[in-house]
Nanobody, 123 residues
Framework: QVQLVESGGGLVQAGDSLRLSCAAS????????MGWFRQAPGKEREFVAA??????YYTDSVKGRFTISRDNAKSTVYLQMNSLKPEDTAVYYC??????????????????WGQGTQVTVSS
């Protein structure tokens, strides 16, 4: 069983930046597809970003503001969030799995999920 532990959430003002981290307990991390999803109150969980090898994927609303990256030596994936907006407020979840060739934007591509970290952006 792979454990994913997120950190880095918090309360910031609009325009500020945050960096989320997700540490994975697997030595096979370099072969994993990793993603970030978020869920705002009263809304469904939505895809934010994913990284497969060196390829990255983003939802349109965060393109140009968020950057996903990974450090395979540390088994950690990051989400750098710049120019944050109140609508980015949500619980952010890290997700991962060995790459089965599924769509990175689909939650079904991931078997392992973190506990979530709250990001709150005030206006």
């Amino acid at each position: 069983q792979v454990q994913l532990v997120e950190s880095g959430g918090g309360l910031v003002q609009a325009g500020d930046s945050l960096r989320l981290s997700c540490a994975a307990s697997t030595q096979a991390f370099s072969t994993f597809i990793m993603g970030w999803f978020r869920q705002a109150p009263g809304k469904e969980r939505e895809f934010v970003a994913a990284i497969r090898g060196t390829f990255t994927y983003y939802t349109d609303s965060v393109k140009g503001r968020f950057t996903i990256s990974r450090d395979n030596a540390k088994s950690t994936v990051y989400l750098q969030m710049n120019s944050l907006k109140p609508e980015d407020t949500a619980v952010y979840y890290c997700a991962g799995n060995s790459d089965r060739g599924l769509r990175p934007r689909d939650a079904t591509a991931y078997d392992y999920w973190g506990q979530g970290t709250q990001v709150t952006v005030s206006s």
